[in-house]
């Protein structure tokens, strides 16, 4: 009996496919959000009642390339206090994952604050990466695990365990960095 139920919650992982952006890509100052297939299923995260200090004041601009994923990306942006929309990093989207800084990614900031991009239509909670990307105007990656609004440290994590799945043929098997 016991080897029943563990192939059936083993059967249950594989027909979820799960997946996970991982990495700690950091190469000239581009920090990269990536993507890998886990066997388990992502945690709820829940969203801080206040918005993090920023070290110091930035601003954002979002392009048309994000069109419908704005209040999304306000909503990120709103993690931090001290970053306020007009001029200043321009923030594009396109669908799917994307090359960045020899990654496949999800997310990017160049060069601390120089230009974001976002993929759409991948990760579940966009405001979430939207928050992280930000964060990367200030900080680098703080560690391994899945990234929460918790604390700065959390949020910076390496790892966004809320995915809607596909986008750009995002498979484990394609080359996908796992670190």
């Not at 890509?25 to 299923?41: E, G, M």
């Amino acid at each position: 009996m016991k080897k029943l139920l563990i192939l059936a919650a083993a059967a249950a992982v594989v027909v979820s496919g799960v997946f996970v952006a991982v990495g700690t890509a950091s190469h000239d100052d581009i920090d990269a959000t990536t993507v890998a297939q886990l066997n388990q299923p992502a945690p709820k995260i829940q969203k801080a009642a206040f918005a993090f200090p920023a070290p110091t004041p930035r601003t954002y601009t979002i392009d048309a390339s994000c069109s419908g994923y704005e209040g999304q990306i306000r909503q990120g942006a709103a993690a931090w206090n001290g970053l306020t929309e007009g001029g200043g990093t321009p923030v594009s989207c396109q669908p799917g994952q994307f090359d960045c800084g020899g990654v496949q990614a999800v997310g990017c900031n160049y060069n601390r604050g120089q230009q974001i991009i976002l993929a759409t239509g991948v990760v579940g909670d966009f405001a979430l990466l939207a928050a992280h990307e930000f964060g990367h105007d200030w900080y680098d990656h703080t560690g391994e695990g899945c990234m929460s609004l918790a604390s700065v440290q959390e949020l910076m994590r390496t790892t966004i365990c809320s995915f809607t799945g596909g986008g750009n043929g995002v498979t484990a098997d394609k080359g996908i960095r796992v670190d």
